[in-house]
């Protein structure tokens, strides 16, 4: 039989993972299917139930259940732990794990992709609330020479700082955005939602040093607000968030199939859609 997977939220009809695995799964020759599930606000836990009672091997999810994921997995991996959130879980008889491939995601796209280096460099992370958390254990992990970490209210940015200041020789220090000015950074990711509302985060003039990576974790058909401030701001480079899907994607499909997709033929085909 034909292996199911799935991606759960509320939207879902936007999302691309369904074109995503089926490149992957035709690429590497495995026979699987892979649908959207529109869960009710207050029914994840249902919706995935029905899904793993009808055969479903995995699922990834999506705004707003990443929480209730974390809930409903019976075990986290390291990566879930420090992100606090869950966007893939794998279905075993009785288990349900639950791990986070956003982190690994976004450091595949800049790394690896954009070619962007991030040992020694200083990143300027903006956000603090679930997308940056997130992201931060893996930025901290390619070992910055410093990390700050930008927020509108200050102690939110505080409060995210203090879960990771033990686990991380790197300098990470938490500001809220007018503190910023007089530094500048080498790679700037908006970890806000302020794309959705398509504005930018209000940040002082020079905080793009020369040659500067922006870097938007939302993605969209035309730039972002984000992209085009830093763009008008001075970065040398802007880029969305497209790859850090694919790239997380790609993680939960090596981690449900234990075959690793070649990400590029992927990505050029979304960007030219």
């Not at 959130?85 to 796209?109: K, P, S, W, Y």
């Not at 505080?158 to 790197?170: N, R």
Request: charged share 15%; proline share 6%.
């Amino acid at each position: 039989m034909t292996d199911r997977y799935a991606v759960i939220g509320n939207p879902i009809a936007h999302s691309k993972s369904p074109q995503i695995h089926a490149q992957f799964a035709a690429q590497t020759g495995q026979d699987l299917q892979y649908e959207k599930l529109l869960a009710p606000l207050d029914g994840f836990a249902a919706t995935a139930d029905q899904f793993r009672a009808a055969g479903g091997k995995g699922a990834n999810v999506t705004v707003p259940f990443k929480l209730d994921a974390a809930r409903y997995a019976t075990r986290l991996t390291p990566a879930a732990q420090q992100a606090g959130a869950v966007n893939t879980l794998i279905f075993h008889a009785a288990e349900v794990v639950g791990d986070n491939t956003d982190g690994i995601g976004l450091v595949r796209d800049l790394t690896h992709n954009l070619q962007q280096l991030l040992r020694g460099r200083r990143i300027l992370l903006l956000g603090a609330g679930g997308a940056a958390r997130g992201v931060l254990q893996p930025l901290l992990d390619e070992k910055p020479a410093a990390l700050v970490l930008a927020n509108r209210t200050l102690a939110k940015a505080l409060e995210l700082a203090a879960l990771f200041q033990q686990k991380t020789p790197t300098q990470m220090r938490p500001c809220g955005f007018a503190e910023l000015a007089g530094q500048s950074f080498d790679v700037v990711v908006n970890a806000t939602a302020s794309s959705l509302q398509d504005e930018a985060p209000p940040l002082p003039a020079g905080v793009y040093a020369p040659g500067a990576l922006a870097y938007d974790l939302m993605y969209a058909p035309q730039p972002t607000a984000f992209m085009r401030a830093a763009q008008a701001a001075g970065a040398a480079r802007v880029c969305d968030g497209l790859g850090m899907l694919v790239e997380q994607a790609a993680q939960s499909f090596y981690l449900w199939r234990g075959v690793r997709p070649d990400t590029a033929p992927v990505l050029v085909a979304l960007r030219a859609a």
